[in-house]
């Protein structure tokens, strides 16, 4: 649901695989994040849909201290659009609709209606304006919502282009998607999930919207500051198939086994869904890997973030889904990667971040800049946290290493403070700026 720094690398294109998959040396990663408590998340690896390597990492519940298991389920955002895609797809081969349906059909009040279709929707080429993206989103998404309330704010907030003239991300594509299954097939969308997916594949620890219910195994999400805070709960009503299914690692790779296994859509559905245009296939992303490739998605939606990749040559699918981190969960999935396919690969070594007494952050507070560099850095102090914004992004909370320095691994940022001269030292991926504070 939300913006992700998340992103899969392409690296070189030797590629060596072994069989041999060093359990132990995933096991000795994932305890280093676990000592350092950079992340806590779940893992699985699912070989020819059986499961080679299962574990969770830190709490479900931080303020009862409930430990994750395996089959704590967590919110997976985004990926519930290759949910949604698949179960339009389903619809599709029933003869309830087509790929050329046009979204006039179903609500006609809506911007372009006469020109989207279907296919746009589900890739992204509809033009209609993410209504996450809206400057009051967060003020409101924590409070159910209507239908009608949802259909005005995507209705008032219109088009960013043309139907078909590119691709761009769109959380309102596959909220409308939702009702217009709902609409065709005249059941509820957790019925249909039900129907297609859930109930054939056994999904037991995937299910649709409800509040977070740590009775049922499922954790809450939180973000990092002096520990670890809970952070903010999107009401349900409000994602839909866009971003509303709760599952597990293993469910998920049950799911994308089962998809690319041919379990699920007829294989004619299943390679429009892989086709890309403009980044984008029908619910599913594209992912390098050395001379490989997978297909998934990512998600994300108020402290989760989650990723599934699908390996067809090996029949490998991967997912991770977390509740809280300081740290890429892109790096710690390829990292996974690395280490099930063999490749030269090193443990890191992660810093333990110290706790900075508050007013000793106040000295750092700040705008910096420098004619050299395109971006302002807001620095200013929130719950006792150290936090930056550069311009026209969202802030960040800062870790201390030290007393004058601080990081932001997901984006592999350094922060330097030297408060007696007004300046800081910006460092990201080894390239290194002085700003002075203003």
């Given at each position: 649901m939300k913006k992700s720094l998340l992103f899969f690398l392409l690296f070189s294109p030797v590629f060596l695989w072994s069989q041999s998959f060093n359990t132990q040396k995933l096991d000795s990663l994932l305890d280093r994040i676990d000592a350092a408590k950079k992340a806590m998340f779940s893992l699985a690896i699912h070989q020819d849909g059986k499961p080679i390597y299962t574990r969770a990492v830190g709490f479900a519940d931080v303020e009862s201290e409930e430990k994750a298991n395996p089959k704590t389920m967590y919110r997976i955002?985004?990926?519930?659009?290759?949910?949604?895609?698949?179960?339009?797809?389903?619809?599709?081969?029933?003869?309830?609709?087509?790929?050329?349906?046009?979204?006039?059909?179903?609500?006609?009040?809506?911007?372009?209606?006469?020109?989207?279709?279907?296919?746009?929707?589900?890739?992204?080429?509809?033009?209609?304006?993410?209504?996450?993206?809206?400057?009051?989103?967060?003020?409101?998404?924590?409070?159910a919502k209507s239908k009608?309330?949802?259909?005005?704010?995507?209705?008032?907030?219109?088009?960013?282009?043309?139907?078909?003239?590119?691709?761009?991300?769109?959380?309102?594509?596959?909220?409308?998607?939702t009702w217009i299954?709902?609409?065709?097939?005249?059941?509820?969308?957790?019925?249909?999930?039900?129907?297609y997916i859930v109930t054939p594949l056994q999904l037991n620890r995937t299910r649709y919207q409800g509040k977070i219910n740590p009775e049922n195994n499922e954790a809450y999400s939180y973000k990092r500051g002096r520990s670890w805070i809970k952070d903010t709960e999107t009401d349900m009503s409000i994602p839909l198939g866009a971003g509303a299914i709760v599952s597990t690692p293993s469910d998920l790779n049950k799911f994308f086994t089962a998809l690319f296994e041919g379990k699920i859509l007829t294989p004619s559905s299943l390679e429009k869904?892989?086709?890309?245009?403009?980044?984008?296939?029908?619910?599913?992303?594209?992912?390098?890997?050395?001379?490989?490739?997978?297909?998934?998605?990512?998600g994300g939606i108020d402290g989760f973030s989650s990723m599934s990749a699908f390996?067809?040559?090996?029949?490998?699918?991967?997912?991770?889904?977390?509740?809280?981190?300081t740290i890429s969960m892109n790096d710690i999935l390829l990292s996974a990667l690395k280490i099930y396919f063999n490749k030269d690969y090193t443990l890191p070594t992660y810093k333990k971040s110290?706790?900075?007494?508050?007013?000793?952050?106040?000295?750092?507070?700040?705008?910096?800049?420098?004619?050299?560099?395109?971006?302002d850095i807001k620095i200013f102090v929130e719950d006792e946290v150290l936090k930056a914004q550069a311009t026209g992004q969202a802030s960040f909370p800062l870790e201390a290493i030290d007393e004058n320095s601080f990081i932001y691994d997901p984006v592999a940022v350094k922060m330097v403070f030297i408060p007696a001269e007004n300046k800081m030292i910006f460092?990201?991926?080894?390239?290194?700026?002085?700003?002075?504070?203003k």
């Amino acid at each position: 649901m939300k913006k992700s720094l998340l992103f899969f690398l392409l690296f070189s294109p030797v590629f060596l695989w072994s069989q041999s998959f060093n359990t132990q040396k995933l096991d000795s990663l994932l305890d280093r994040i676990d000592a350092a408590k950079k992340a806590m998340f779940s893992l699985a690896i699912h070989q020819d849909g059986k499961p080679i390597y299962t574990r969770a990492v830190g709490f479900a519940d931080v303020e009862s201290e409930e430990k994750a298991n395996p089959k704590t389920m967590y919110r997976i955002g985004s990926i519930s659009k290759t949910f949604t895609s698949t179960i339009i797809l389903k619809l599709i081969e029933e003869g309830k609709l087509s790929l050329d349906t046009k979204l006039s059909t179903f609500y006609p009040e809506l911007p372009n209606a006469e020109e989207i279709t279907i296919k746009y929707l589900l890739n992204h080429h509809s033009g209609l304006f993410n209504f996450t993206n809206e400057e009051n989103y967060t003020s409101w998404m924590q409070t159910a919502k209507s239908k009608e309330e949802l259909l005005k704010i995507i209705k008032v907030n219109g088009t960013v282009f043309e139907p078909n003239e590119k691709g761009e991300y769109s959380n309102t594509n596959y909220v409308v998607l939702t009702w217009i299954a709902e609409d065709v097939s005249k059941k509820s969308f957790s019925s249909l999930l039900q129907q297609y997916i859930v109930t054939p594949l056994q999904l037991n620890r995937t299910r649709y919207q409800g509040k977070i219910n740590p009775e049922n195994n499922e954790a809450y999400s939180y973000k990092r500051g002096r520990s670890w805070i809970k952070d903010t709960e999107t009401d349900m009503s409000i994602p839909l198939g866009a971003g509303a299914i709760v599952s597990t690692p293993s469910d998920l790779n049950k799911f994308f086994t089962a998809l690319f296994e041919g379990k699920i859509l007829t294989p004619s559905s299943l390679e429009k869904m892989k086709t890309i245009e403009d980044r984008y296939g029908l619910g599913l992303f594209q992912f390098p890997f050395y001379d490989k490739t997978s297909f998934g998605h990512t998600g994300g939606i108020d402290g989760f973030s989650s990723m599934s990749a699908f390996f067809e040559e090996e029949n490998l699918a991967i997912s991770i889904t977390a509740n809280g981190s300081t740290i890429s969960m892109n790096d710690i999935l390829l990292s996974a990667l690395k280490i099930y396919f063999n490749k030269d690969y090193t443990l890191p070594t992660y810093k333990k971040s110290i706790e900075v007494d508050p007013s000793t952050l106040k000295k750092y507070v700040g705008i910096y800049g420098s004619d050299n560099f395109p971006l302002d850095i807001k620095i200013f102090v929130e719950d006792e946290v150290l936090k930056a914004q550069a311009t026209g992004q969202a802030s960040f909370p800062l870790e201390a290493i030290d007393e004058n320095s601080f990081i932001y691994d997901p984006v592999a940022v350094k922060m330097v403070f030297i408060p007696a001269e007004n300046k800081m030292i910006f460092t990201q991926r080894g390239q290194s700026i002085e700003l002075n504070r203003k």
